[in-house]
């Protein structure tokens, strides 16, 4: 495994005590594999992501295990992490404007990245980022060099960010909500070019999104996550096909299908997440919301079980395989 994640915890101190908005995170990602991350607003996917990397919000309290590439991140020294981050795990957010630098042209921030990791020539170095802007299909991309991030669209200073992070050759990006802002044409064409990457270059993604129309093109292997936990995580075709957890059912049926009736309001699941601060590690916490809970939901934590190769699902109604 290129990422192996166990029992990842994060908790923020708070008044009496702390709340913990990661509890308990296993994952693992393959050399050149796409794990999509899916789940509503707040369940923890950022902060998942974030912890292992030592971008944590201050304050957080980040336990269990990350091994990257056979090193444990958790604990790792910042000044060692901050040599990995944008080396050989490339970041993506989806706010891009704050990850270039606004004085500085296109060209010379992307050259700067192959000059300072790579030890290239500033000549290489410029040819290999105009190679990088047309793989990402950039519209004018010898012009766009020349050009500071205020003169780019969103759409376009977002694949800048993603060939940034690209152009290190990192063997894991993390892409967090790349296209949330996008319309769906540059959201469609940043997918395809995260595609073309994974299968040319053998970077592995790890792809989050609230979105599972977002991941469903692109992921190999998908998990969900509810309340700091996964609840349920499978290869995609098999989470797509036949969902196990209540919860995805819903996320699922509340996601607009090319082969459905064309318009009605969609099914959401009804409800809120809950807040972090709520959630006890008694009973689980999708129950208040679950069409099926019965009186164990409420009392005992739904373990992860398998239901099948590679397909594990964490609640009471599912019989193990
Ligand atoms: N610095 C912090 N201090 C305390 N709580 C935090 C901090 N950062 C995030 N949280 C809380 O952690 C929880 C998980 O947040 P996270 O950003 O991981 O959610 P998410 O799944 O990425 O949601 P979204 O889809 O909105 O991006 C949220 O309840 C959030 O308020
Ligand atoms: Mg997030």
Redesign the pocket.
Known sequence: MLLEVSGLRVA?PARGGE?A??RGVDLAVAPGECLGIV??????????M?AILGL?????RVSGSAIFAGEELVGMPQSRLQGLRGDRIGLVFQDSITGLTPHMRIGDQLAEVLVVHRGASPGAARAEALQMLEVLQIPEPAYRLGQYPHELSGGMRQRVMIAMALLCRPALLIA??PTTALDTTVQAAILRSFAKLKAHAGTALVL?S?DLGVVAGLADRVAV?YA?RIVESAPAEQLFATPRHPYTKGLLASMPRLDGPPGGPLPAIEGQPP??AAVADTGCAFAPRCGIARPACMADLPQPAAVGPAHRVACHAVEPA
């Open positions: 923020y709340v908005v990661v789940g509503e607003s707040g369940s923890g996917k950022s902060q998942t974030l944590a919000g201050p304050g957080a967090d909500e989050i609230h996550m700091g807040d972090p």
